[in-house]
C-alpha cells in the first residue's frame, strides 16, 4: 500500500525558533501533498496544499510566512514553522494522493509530528 | 463554507455488537467519501472509501451513501475491543481537498 513518511515524530524547541518537517511518499510519487494541523479532542484543519513545482496554496487564516512549505520533489514536502510559539504546539500531519494510479482523491497519511513549542 | 457533520459522542457499544456512525454534508456536488479510524495520538488510517449511491462492504465494515439525503454512514459489525478510535468522516471538496468532520470516539466495551 502507499506509505507516507514524516520526520521527525515529535519535536521540542523553545520559543521563537524554527523547526522543519519533512513528509514523504516512499513507494508512489505526490504531485500534491497537504498539511493538516489537529489540535487536543479537534479534528483535522486543512492548512495548505503543497504543489511540486510551484507554490503552496494556503487556506484562508493560515500565515503562508510563518509557515513555509517547499515541494522539492515528487516524493518530499517540507513545512517550516518559523520564530515559532506555544500556541503552535501541535499535531502536524501531512497527507498525500498518488499522482498515479489508485482513486484519485484517496489520501494516504504520514504518522505526525507533535510540536512542542516551550 | 462547506461542512461535514458527525455526532461527537462518545458512542459505546458492546463487544459483538453493531457499531453505527452517521454523517451528513453540505455540498451536494460531493463525489467522494471517506471514512478514518484514527486512534489516540495516531494519525488517520482510510478504512473505506464510497462513490457511489447504496452500499460498500470490507470484511466487517459497511459504507453507506445516499446523496439525495446527504448522508453517509458506516457499520461495524461484531465490535471488538481494538475498534475503539476516533471515526473521521471525510468528503471532497474538489482538487483532491478532503473537508473532514469532527470525529465520532467510539468504545467497545467487553
Known amino acids: 500500500g502507499a506509505v507516507v513518511s514524516q520526520h521527525p515524530s515529535w519535536v521540542i524547541c523553545k520559543s521563537g525558533t524554527s523547526v522543519k518537517i519533512e513528509c514523504r511518499s516512499l513507494d508512489f510519487q505526490a504531485t500534491t501533498m497537504f498539511w493538516y494541523r489537529q489540535f487536543p479532542k479537534q479534528s483535522l484543519m486543512l492548512m495548505a496544499t503543497?504543489?511540486?513545482?510551484?507554490?503552496?496554496?494556503?487556506e484562508q487564516g493560515v500565515e503562508k510566512d510563518k509557515f513555509l512549505i517547499n515541494h522539492a520533489s515528487l516524493t518530499l514536502s517540507t513545512l517550516t514553522v518559523t520564530s515559532a510559539h506555544p500556541e503552535d504546539s501541535s499535531f502536524y500531519i501531512c497527507?498525500?494522493?498518488?499522482?498515479?494510479?489508485?482513486?484519485?482523491?484517496?489520501?494516504?497519511f504520514g504518522p505526525g509530528t507533535r510540536l512542542t513549542v516551550l | 463554507q462547506k461542512e461535514v457533520e458527525q455526532n461527537s459522542g462518545p458512542l459505546s457499544v458492546p463487544e459483538g455488537a453493531i457499531a453505527s456512525l452517521n454523517c451528513t454534508y453540505s455540498d451536494r456536488g460531493s463525489q467522494s467519501f471517506f471514512w478514518y479510524r484514527q486512534y489516540s495520538g495516531k494519525s488517520p488510517e482510510l478504512i473505506m472509501s464510497?462513490?457511489?449511491?447504496g452500499d460498500k462492504e470490507d470484511g466487517r465494515f459497511t459504507a453507506q451513501l445516499n446523496k439525495a439525503s446527504q448522508y453517509v454512514s458506516l457499520l461495524i459489525r461484531d465490535s471488538q475491543p481494538s475498534d475503539s478510535a476516533t471515526y473521521l468522516c471525510a468528503v471532497n471538496e474538489g482538487a483532491q481537498k478532503l473537508v473532514f468532520g469532527q470525529g465520532t470516539r467510539l468504545t467497545i466495551n467487553p
Open positions: 497527507s498525500a494522493p498518488p499522482a498515479f494510479g489508485g482513486s484519485y482523491n484517496e489520501q494516504f
Open positions: 503543497s504543489n511540486e513545482g510551484s507554490k503552496a496554496t494556503y
Open positions: 464510497i462513490y457511489s449511491n
